[in-house]
């Protein structure tokens, strides 16, 4: 096939993603999301390193250790 006969059948339509009646909304949906999302896996790593705690480990080591791991 030649490039020109494929280049015929592509639309010259917009091709976003998000067009611009949405990008607003989204924007705000996401600034409202991913701080909620941040919380809430900082809960569950800190949920995570005192149900794994154990006494003869210090609070540091097990940040260290926990950090690193990922």
Known sequence: MESSY???????QPK??????YYDTYVT???????????FAMISLIAVIF???REEESILSTFIN???SY
């Not at 976003?16 to 009646?21: A, D, F, N, T």
């Open 6 to 12: 494929i280049g015929q059948r592509v639309p010259d």
């Open 16 to 21: 976003h993603l998000i067009g611009p009646r």
């Open 29 to 39: 949906v996401l600034k409202m999301i991913v701080p909620i999302a941040a919380i």
């Open 51 to 53: 149900m794994g705690y």
């Open 66 to 68: 926990l950090f690193s």
